[in-house]
């Protein structure tokens, strides 16, 4: 039997997206963890793997709170980043520079993240 261009185009699209996978990694400080729980089950209901990547506390969190059955919550693969522990000194008006330095702590300690992170890629 043969194909005609429209069997063409839908091969075509199924293809690439059969070897899609996505990985989220929701930035805590700006509240993006219910969002992208959300929309990790949206995609996930394609079939699409979804790798949601974040601290176990902030997974928990996420977890707990999800209105979703626990049937589409298994289809989504949690990985807990240990995150370390680092100096929260408070900001500091008076500083000579105008970045914030009471941020730069959190920056060194996400360089610790590369590692495991791109291990999971």
Known sequence: MASTPHDDHHHENKSPLSSVVVVMVPFP???????LLQLAHVVSSYDIPVHYVSSTLH?????????????????????DMQVPTLPSPPPNPNSKT??????????????????PFAAIL
């Open 29 to 35: 400080a700006q509240s993006h963890l219910n969002q």
């Open 59 to 79: 997974i928990s969190q996420v977890k707990s709170r999800t209105t979703n059955s626990l049937h589409q919550l298994s289809k989504i693969h949690f990985h």
């Open 98 to 115: 105008k970045f914030p330095e009471h941020l730069i702590p959190s920056f060194e300690a996400s360089m610790g993240l590369r590692k």
